[in-house]
C-alpha cells in the first residue's frame, strides 16, 4: 500500500483542521494520539484514520478495529503525519472527526446534577485539563460561558487526554443567558471567590443539590458581575502562603468536593 503524501489532497484538507475557521466550516476537527483517537472511536464520529509505518507499529490493535468497524483508515508518509500532528514529536496517529460540542438545552434537559462553567476561558490547555478533571469526577457536563477557546482546538483535545469525547461540552457565547438557562433548569450557580461568604469546607449542604461551578479567567478571574450573578460565592481555604490557584487546580478542588458529597453513602 503507498502511503499519501503531504501534498495529497485528503491529507491537505485534514491539516487545514488545525485553524479554528475551517473547523466552523466543515463541522470537522482532528484528534492526535492513541488516547483521543480511542475515545473518538467509541462514540462513532471518526470520519478518517491517518496513521504512519512507526503509528501502524506501535497501534496495530487499535488501526486494525477501526478497519473492522468499516472506519477508513490510510498511511501516510512521515512528513505528511509531521504535517498533521501539532506537537513537536507527532504520534504518527490522527483521526478527523465530527465536533462534539452540543447545544446547552441537551445537557439540562438530563437533569445534571454537576455542572463545569469556565467563564470566557481562554487558554486551550487550560480548557482541555478542566474538562478531564470534569470526566474524572462524573460531572454532567462543561459548559463554556462567554468568548472562550474552541474545545476542538488541537491542545485543548490534547489536554483533555480522551475525556472531550467522554462528557457533553456545550457554548453559551451570552454569558447572562447562559447563567439564566442554567438557573431555570433548577441548578445552583456556584462562583468561585477568594472573598466568598461561603468556605468551601462548610458548603456540603449546598452541594447535595445540583450545582453549576463558575470558574474565571485565567488573567483576571470572574468578572464581579457575574460572581454576583451566582447564588453562592464559594471560597477555598489556603492555608499556606500561596496568594490564589490557577484555574485548573481551583476547578479539581471544587469538582471534587461536589463528587465527594454527591456521592457520600
Not at 483521543?36 to 496495530?60: D, P, Q
Amino acid at each position: 500500500m503507498d502511503a499519501l503524501s503531504e501534498r495529497n489532497p485528503r491529507v491537505v484538507s485534514a491539516v487545514k483542521l488545525q485553524r479554528a475557521a475551517q473547523r466552523r466550516k466543515s463541522g470537522l476537527f482532528l484528534a492526535e494520539g492513541a488516547n483521543a483517537v480511542s475515545a473518538a472511536l467509541e462514540t462513532g464520529r471518526v470520519r478518517e484514520i491517518f496513521y504512519s509505518l512507526a503509528a501502524a507499529a506501535r497501534e496495530n490493535a487499535l488501526i486494525a478495529g477501526a478497519t473492522a468497524d468499516g472506519v477508513r483508515t490510510t498511511l501516510v508518509s512521515d512528513r505528511a503525519a509531521e504535517h498533521l500532528g501539532e506537537t513537536v514529536t507527532a504520534p504518527g496517529l490522527v483521526a478527523v472527526c465530527e465536533l462534539v460540542d452540543v447545544p446547552l438545552g441537551e445537557i439540562l434537559d438530563r437533569g445534571p446534577r454537576m455542572l463545569a462553567v469556565p467563564v470566557e476561558i481562554a487558554e486551550p490547555g487550560n480548557a482541555g485539563t478542566l474538562i478531564r478533571v470534569a470526566d474524572a469526577v462524573g460531572a454532567d457536563g462543561v459548559v463554556l460561558a462567554g468568548e472562550t477557546v474552541d474545545p476542538h482546538n488541537g491542545k485543548c483535545v490534547r489536554a483533555s487526554a480522551g475525556s472531550l469525547f467522554h462528557v457533553p461540552v456545550a457554548r453559551g457565547r451570552d454569558i447572562a443567558a447562559t447563567l439564566d438557562a442554567i438557573s431555570a433548569a433548577g441548578v445552583t450557580i456556584l462562583a468561585t471567590a477568594a472573598n466568598g461568604e461561603v468556605d468551601l469546607d462548610d458548603a456540603d449542604d449546598i452541594l447535595r443539590g445540583p450545582v453549576a461551578w463558575l470558574f474565571g479567567n485565567e488573567a483576571h478571574g470572574l468578572d464581579a458581575a457575574v460572581a454576583a450573578r451566582a447564588d453562592h460565592r464559594i471560597r477555598i481555604p489556603i492555608h499556606g502562603r500561596a496568594e490564589s490557584l490557577n484555574l485548573a487546580a481551583a476547578a479539581a478542588i471544587c469538582l471534587y468536593a461536589s463528587a465527594r458529597v454527591q456521592h457520600a453513602r
